[in-house]
């Protein structure tokens, strides 16, 4: 390699700290040598920026990751309440069928009214009122209940359509008793709601 005589430029004042340097024409050898280093140091620049942005999607996952049983626990929590919802919607209508068709036989609440009644200034002031196609049904069911034969012989049984199918009122002197199945299935379907949520 030749070196050539450094060039002298006149300066009016003296420039400190800055120093030029003349560059020396490559010559054909040093040419790939030079493109090689070049490549080399894009080839560098690019691994880093790629190592980079590997990095980036590294952390990007991991907080994906970090957030996802959250947002896994949320979607559940909203499938919960639409599996409960849908559930008691089932039941819903199972028991309005079982209760259309005479399936829900009220005479097991009956017997528990005329064993649990608190009666008022007279024995015999028990009124228990049910639907018309479930009267006959109670009182041939209340005819095997041997421990609540005689307050039945007592009570008053009365056809009352206002009471729905499987439902009971009872009345004496001192209060009386409301029972009504959907009633109920609403009061536990409200209990599973709070449960559900909870």
Known sequence: MSRSAPVRIAVPQPIRGLRLHRRA????PEAPAVRWLLELG????????DAAALAACGRAVQQALHSLPAQVNERLDGL??????????VARELLGQAIDRGLADPTKVVARCLRDCVHGAERGDLVVRLH???????QHGLAAELEVQEAAAAARFVADASVPRGGVRAETG??????????????????????AEA
């Open 25 to 28: 024409a490559t010559t054909a």
């Open 42 to 49: 894009q080839r560098e620049r690019q691994r880093a920026a």
């Open 80 to 89: 919960a309440a639409q599996v409960v919802e849908l559930g008691l919607a």
């Open 132 to 138: 018309p196609a479930d009267l006959a049904l109670v």
């Open 174 to 195: 001192a209060g009386r008793l409301r029972y009504a199945p959907l009633e109920v299935f609403e009061r536990m379907a409200a209990a599973i709601r709070r449960e």
